[in-house]
């Protein structure tokens, strides 16, 4: 779940962010072709795909009652409100954008144990979250810059409050769906996801007030703002009073550039850092006694950074297998020798949130899911099953065409999985040899978490399932499976939700985890005796065990600071205390059908409302060959599919005025963009008059065109790597004049026909979490543009008329970069590239190959170039951390270091044409606010010329 506001402070805007000219800001993205449906309510318009009519009445049902709760909490209100239910991405997810204000929630239930299984099903968590996202964007305070925005563009004006660090909504949303949505529901309330917190307050990396609520970028867990906003709001909500969130948020609004640490002192009456010295007290005073009734439980030695280790198993007495994520690695399945601590990567992939795996009894293969791609529709991923050699890594994918995940092998060596079925899941049987589906097991209309095939007995299932926010675990067989999970559960606690099951290895016992005791431990049921016991008292969550194949040894894991790790436990070492089953079993009552006779669904349909522009923005753009600027004014828009958008600039630059229209249409494949556009841009030419030295002299061009595009992505493969490509075929009927220096004699005008191609592929790209670069792939890219027709022009020089004949140019120019890692445990990478241009005529810029190291323009007015160039990071630090009074954020710093060689093919002495420079220097990213840049100051030496360039730029 997350927020996408687009942009920050007006300052911020202005200064660093007016849109460029030409460019588009409302995208657009194609979709799967389903047929919309729309339901309207008192303050919502649900727009669902046909067929989940259910899930959309369920959506408006929790947004109509929980919104007054919200809007008492954020203040602002909503009026026919978009919100868009899509079923065609197992990646699950909610945001709100404020770029055509809305939300966007996936359908599919989110897999694994991100959010609070007492809340209830997916819609119950993640609704509730989005509505307080909306609902405080739509707050726009009293009389203040939100309301001058506002003018302007409402969309704008709702993203000031994305100026805050992104824990700041992230936690009062938390706060939110964890004080008032279901009685001990919402990640507040969540061993899982408020440990974390605990694990690291209580040790020497102690979270300072900056990482709590700005989201990380190099730094575990990934979700820390939502922890530490969360924890810190609850804290804010608790000392100072109900309103003291929505008072900062009124206040922020209106006076953006003061800070969100301005904001809290006017609701507080005390600074941030006095804010934070208190709630650092109050968590010492809670937090004392917890460590005090814990065992210490020491986690295997992992010899790699930033370990996100999930589900151990065992492969032999002394092996175990797991998957692994980390700073400096490729993530994947790892062999793990418990004597000498030894780390193997054997398989390199990504996996399904749930994490779960089967392995094989003869232990050669692997069965895992992963989230595959669409290859033309953006976000839209599916849960795909894979069958891998443990020998070689060698893979195949079973059974393609459904939505599969969370397998498990059964006695008879079928497969036991999960498969996505609208807005539920349910569990099918499928058949190895053939990948076919044999049967559909359960199909409730609760959902089903997970499902452990018993190891010796064919037909027998332990299943997790959530029983509207009450998540239990049944045994039963498969020909009564869906009779026994309509009765009371085999182990349940009032308490708490149950985890992970897994077998013994003789089918008598099982293993689980549960969290009603407040943090996450591990218990075993023997079917026996129908007794419980504790195998694990850890601090702060233990999960995930296993059993070893004689099954008096558990591997499991423990969160351990800002890691998970893997842990190994004898039975003769257990906590061993026995623990009763709760025998009340009190689901939520079921309301997820009922929905109010006056909301009445019908198709939906776009409309031309959209037409009316959304944004008013100024458009500034360099111009081409110079480094002056055109200034202006665009209009902006698109539809709330996002199917269509358009932009109208118009600028002002050499006493001129320019326009740029644009419309792109993606409501089918591959759609295609219009634009009709007159722009500027300087070129160089170089004359040989007879009699005469040969001189260079630029023009001022002219460019009247229409535009008519087809821009194509395919993705191929987004699992650890990437592999894509984008393709944009063109034509272009243009018009070309030229101003000589005065800007005020042109010529006439020469009509062009113009077609151009582009085209970039990339190949296995992959980058670990601390690269600042890809560590391996490849990328090419090439651009070919030809006159098919096009006439000459008479150009007044210092030396008189001289005539430019364009004769049909035609240029091409393209590039190729290969990265490689050859100390990737550091984080560094080598990239090596090639780039050229080749033209009849000036149509590129050729100094667009150069790099800027170089103190001047490298064989100006040459039409054929070719640069070689190095470019090599080496990390220095990961700070990750920043400011809340002054919302400055430091993510990392790293140094560069570069070459570049360009020469001009065609020169008669081409080792004389050639310049080459060397240089270095330090680079930092770091974000104002939410405004993520990238800088850096460098020197160039040319030790041919002995020119020495200090500059900042890009290298």
Do not use: C
Not at 526 to 534: D, F, P, S, Y
């Amino acid at each position: 779940m997350s927020v996408q506001p687009k942009l920050l402070f007006l300052f911020l805007f202005l200064t660093f962010y007016a849109k460029p000219a030409s460019a588009q800001f409302y995208p657009t993205q194609y979709r799967p072709p389903v047929n919309w449906q729309q339901l309207s309510t008192d303050h919502f318009k649900i727009i669902f795909p046909q067929g989940e009519d259910s899930a959309a009445y369920n959506t408006a049902r929790i947004l109509e009652e929980q919104y007054p709760g919200v809007q008492k909490l954020t203040g602002g209100s909503l009026t026919n409100f978009p919100v868009i239910l899509t079923n065609y991405n197992d990646r699950s997810n909610g945001i709100v954008t404020t770029l055509h204000f809305r939300s966007e929630i996936d359908i599919p239930p989110i897999q694994g144990k991100a959010l609070n299984p007492k809340t209830g099903g997916w819609l119950q968590n993640v609704v509730p979250h989005e509505l307080v996202h909306a609902l405080q964007f739509s707050n726009l305070g009293g009389f203040g810059l939100g309301r001058i925005v506002n003018i302007f563009s409402p969309d704008l004006a709702r993203s000031l409050h994305g100026a805050p660090p992104s824990g700041i909504q992230e936690g009062l949303a938390t706060y939110y769906e964890s004080e008032f949505v279901a009685q001990n529901g919402g990640r507040g309330n969540y061993p899982f996801f408020t440990n974390p917190f605990d694990a690291i307050f209580t040790s020497p990396g102690r979270w300072s007030m900056g990482q709590m609520v700005h989201f990380p970028i190099d730094t575990r867990p990934f979700n820390r703002h939502y922890i530490g906003g969360y924890t810190f709001t609850k804290w804010l909500q608790d000392t100072y009073g109900e309103k003291t969130s929505r008072d900062a948020i009124d206040f922020h609004v209106r006076w953006p550039f003061l800070g969100y640490g301005v904001a809290l002192k006017h609701a507080t009456g005390r600074w941030p850092a006095q804010l934070y010295d208190a709630f650092e007290k109050n968590q010492e005073a809670q937090l004392k006694k917890k460590n005090s009734q814990t065992d210490v439980i020491r986690p295997l030695s992992i010899s790699l950074d930033g370990a996100e280790i999930r589900r151990p198993k065992w492969l032999s007495d002394s092996t175990l297998i797991f998957h692994g994520s980390f700073y400096n690695a490729d993530p994947g399945f790892y062999r793990y020798t418990i004597p000498d601590g030894s780390l193997q990567r054997i398989i390199t992939t990504s996996i399904g949130s749930d994490y779960n795996y089967a392995i094989s009894d003869d232990r050669k293969t692997l069965i895992y899911s992963y989230y595959k791609p669409d290859a033309i529709y953006p976000n839209a991923f599916n849960s795909t099953l894979v069958k891998a050699s443990l020998k070689n890594g060698a893979s195949t994918l079973i059974n393609s065409d459904r939505r599969l995940f969370s397998p498990s092998l059964s006695a008879d060596s079928s497969l036991i999985s999960l498969e996505r079925h609208k807005s539920i899941n349910r569990i099918i049987k499928i058949n190895l040899t053939n990948s076919l589906v044999n049967s559909v097991l359960a199909d409730p209309s609760y959902q089903i978490v997970s499902a452990a095939a018993h190891p010796t007995i064919s037909d027998s299932l332990a299943v997790i399932m959530n029983r509207n926010g009450s998540q239990a675990l049944w045994l039963a067989s498969e020909d009564h499976l869906k009779e026994v999970l309509s009765d009371p559960p085999t182990i349940s606690f009032s308490d708490g939700s149950v985890f992970d099951p897994i077998w013994h290895p003789d089918g008598k016992s099982i293993l689980f985890s549960a969290d009603f005791s407040g943090d996450l431990q591990i218990y075993e049921y023997n079917l026996r005796t129908a007794k419980m016991i504790q195998w694990t008292n850890a601090p702060y969550n233990a999960f995930e065990a296993s059993y070893s194949p004689d099954g008096n040894t558990i591997a499991f894991v423990i969160q351990k600071e800002n890691e998970r790790l893997p842990a190994v436990l004898s039975r003769n070492d257990i906590y061993s205390t026995d623990v009763l089953t709760d025998p009340s079993f009190s689901p939520h009552q079921d309301v997820s059908s009922q929905s109010n006779n006056n909301w009445n669904s019908r198709s939906y349909k776009t409309g031309l409302s959209w037409l009316k522009p959304r944004t008013v923005l100024p458009a500034i753009e360099e111009i081409s060959g110079s480094n002056q600027y055109k200034w202006g004014v665009g209009l902006h828009s698109n539809d709330l599919l996002q199917q269509q958008a358009y932009s109208v600039e118009l600028t002002a630059a050499e006493e001129r005025l320019w326009y740029d229209l644009t419309y792109q249409n993606k409501q089918f494949f591959p759609g295609f963009r219009a634009r009709i556009f007159s722009k500027p841009a300087f070129r160089t030419f170089r004359f040989d008059p007879d009699n005469e030295s040969p001189f260079t002299q630029t023009f001022l061009r002219q460019e009247r065109s229409f535009a008519l595009s087809m821009p194509v992505q395919f993705t191929f493969e987004q699992n650890v790597d990437f592999t894509g490509l984008f393709i944009e075929p063109e034509f272009r009927q243009s018009q070309l004049r030229y101003f000589n220096q005065d800007k005020n004699n042109a010529t006439d005008f020469s009509n062009a026909s113009i077609g151009n191609i582009y085209a970039q592929f990339n190949y296995k790209l992959q980058q670990n979490i601390r690269d600042v670069q890809p560590n391996s792939g490849l990328q090419f890219y090439a651009e070919l543009e030809h006159f098919f027709h096009s006439g000459s022009v008479s150009l007044e020089t210092t030396s008189g008329q001289q005539t430019l004949n364009f004769a049909n140019p035609t240029a091409l120019r393209g590039g190729l970069s290969a990265y490689l890692s050859p100390l990737q445990q550091w984080n560094q990478s080598l990239r090596i590239g090639a780039e050229a241009i080749t033209q009849t005529h000036p149509v590129f810029d050729a100094q667009s190959v150069v790099s800027d190291g170089f103190s001047e323009r490298v064989l100006s007015g040459s039409n054929n170039l070719v640069s070689i160039n190095t470019r090599y990071t080496i990390p220095l630090v990961y700070p990750d951390d920043g400011g809340f009074l002054l919302p400055l954020y430091l993510s990392n710093i790293y140094l560069v270091g570069f070459t570049d060689t360009v020469t001009d093919p065609t020169a008669n002495d081409v080792l004389q044409s050639s310049r080459s420079v060397f240089g270095a220097g330090v680079r930092i990213r770091f974000r104002i606010s939410n405004l993520s840049l990238d800088i850096g100051a460098g020197i160039g030496v040319e030790p041919s010329r002995n020119n020495i360039h200090y500059f900042i730029g890009d290298f």
